[in-house]
């Protein structure tokens, strides 16, 4: 098994990314406990357990000259010269890492070492800190956690265009997330105002869009809302991952709905997002079932609209 | 044509949110279900309700809405406020019950 579970040549392309990216002396310890040569290694042992590690380096004039380990020291506790200096004793066949060094290089300093621990040095060959494979980890899994923040939130406003004159937008929506509940129905109509519609769809579609989403945030695992626009009309589709609605025509009434009373204290679970949609659609369908629930709302453009927007010419 | 400021100046009304207070305002709509708001409230309406938090605002600005009351002594949450800025939507603070600031914002707009 490798030290630290990362592919240095083949991993997804944000990690190499990363791993390139980020230096030794981003991941490393500054804070240095080190020995001068005249120190005994029952010294070292006794630094050692204060501090919770499990080598020190030995320095002279901010030179590093040797290394003592946890082994070194049971060593020295089972021959019996824990008392003397550890210059006699320490390891003195270093590998050190250069703070420039992309943490790359570390990574496989650990995998090709199997120490648990490298000095760093600087330019200078001055040692200025020391750098183990949890400090490694620990770095990584935060940025990494960056990394994710950053996609989730790029995946949400992603936009591809079709080849053709449609352009889409993609949004994911998390359950229970009333913090960020609305977003993808402001951006939709953002993008509507833009287009130069007239006010009677755009409301229309902000209507259907936003009680969609709502429902996402509500009911469902999570899921995803996409408005395509096309030269006369958008359509707003509504995917969730479950856990599915039990009976549609139920949930398709005024008044009727299974949300509990904390959502409702907020306002919502008024029984009217369906059928609000519903009323706004030119075209509205629904599918349910235990794997996920589908809608999609149409709503088309007026021929005047179409001629001011350019979508249509008029005839002479 | 009234104006959402005439909403602090005349029924004194605490403002809580002031960017968007020039612009003008067409009636109001009165509700504590947002779907119910969404399906019913018409561009330049006042939005008069109790929910004091984010989700009004999403509501406010997705219809158009100008500015929110939030009534019977119901504070806006840090959030809300700063959502409201962003979307400049006024927003307003009072005792007042959802009925007495129906009423009085009525009389506003009918001078």
Not at chain 1, 99 to 106: C, L, W
Request: proline share 2%; aromatic share 6%; with cysteine.
């Amino acid at each position: 098994m490798q030290t630290i579970p990362i592919n240095t040549i083949n991993s997804p392309t944000i990690i190499l990314e990363l791993i390139y990216r980020l230096k030794v002396k981003d991941v490393m310890t500054h804070k240095l406990i080190s020995v001068t040569r005249e120190a005994t290694l029952r010294e070292v042992q006794h630094l050692m357990k204060e501090n919770s590690i499990t080598g020190v380096p030995v320095v002279s004039d901010r030179r590093l000259i040797g290394i003592v380990s946890m082994d070194d020291i049971i060593q020295a506790l089972d021959f019996g010269y824990i008392e003397e200096a550890v210059e006699k004793h320490m390891s003195q066949n270093l590998i050190v890492l250069e703070e420039d060094m992309p943490v790359s290089f570390a990574i496989s300093y650990f995998d090709r070492y199997r120490y648990h621990r490298f000095p760093v040095l600087s330019k200078e060959k001055e040692i200025v800190g020391m750098v183990t494979t949890r400090d490694i980890s620990t770095r990584l899994l935060w940025e990494i956690n960056h990394e994710v923040e950053n996609l989730e939130r790029m995946i949400q406003t992603t936009k591809v265009t079709d080849g053709l004159t449609r352009e889409v937008q993609s949004f994911s929506i998390l359950k229970h997330d009333f913090e960020n509940a609305g977003f993808a129905s402001t951006e939709i109509k953002k993008k509507l105002k833009q287009s130069g519609l007239f006010p009677k769809t755009i409301r229309k579609v902000a209507i259907a869009s936003y009680e969609l989403e709502i429902n996402i945030v509500v009911h469902s695992n999570g899921g995803r809302i996409t408005a395509e626009y096309g030269p006369d009309e958008v359509i707003i589709t509504a995917e969730d991952n479950g856990p599915g609605i039990e009976d549609v025509d139920q949930a398709m009434q005024t008044g009727f709905s299974t949300a509990n009373e904390w959502i409702r204290s907020l306002g919502f679970g008024a029984g009217m997002g369906l059928p609000n949609v519903k009323s706004v659609s030119d075209d509205f369908s629904i599918k349910s079932g235990e794997n996920g629930t589908t809608v999609v709302s149409r709503i088309l453009f007026s021929e005047q609209e179409k001629v001011h927007l350019g979508t249509k010419t008029t005839k002479e | 044509m009234a104006t959402v400021e005439q909403i602090q100046d005349e029924l004194n009304y605490k403002v809580r949110q002031a960017k968007g207070i020039e612009k003008t305002i067409t009636g109001g709509y009165t509700g504590d279900l947002l779907s119910d708001v969404m399906g019913n409230a018409e561009e330049g309406n006042v939005l008069i309700t109790i929910q004091a938090h984010k989700n009004s605002v999403a509501v406010a600005s997705l219809l158009g809405l100008p500015a929110i009351i939030l009534c019977n002594g119901r504070t806006a949450s840090d959030d809300m406020i700063e959502a409201a800025g962003e979307q400049s939507i006024a927003l307003f603070e009072t005792e007042d019950s959802q009925f007495t600031a129906s009423i009085k914002l009525n009389s506003l707009l009918s001078k």
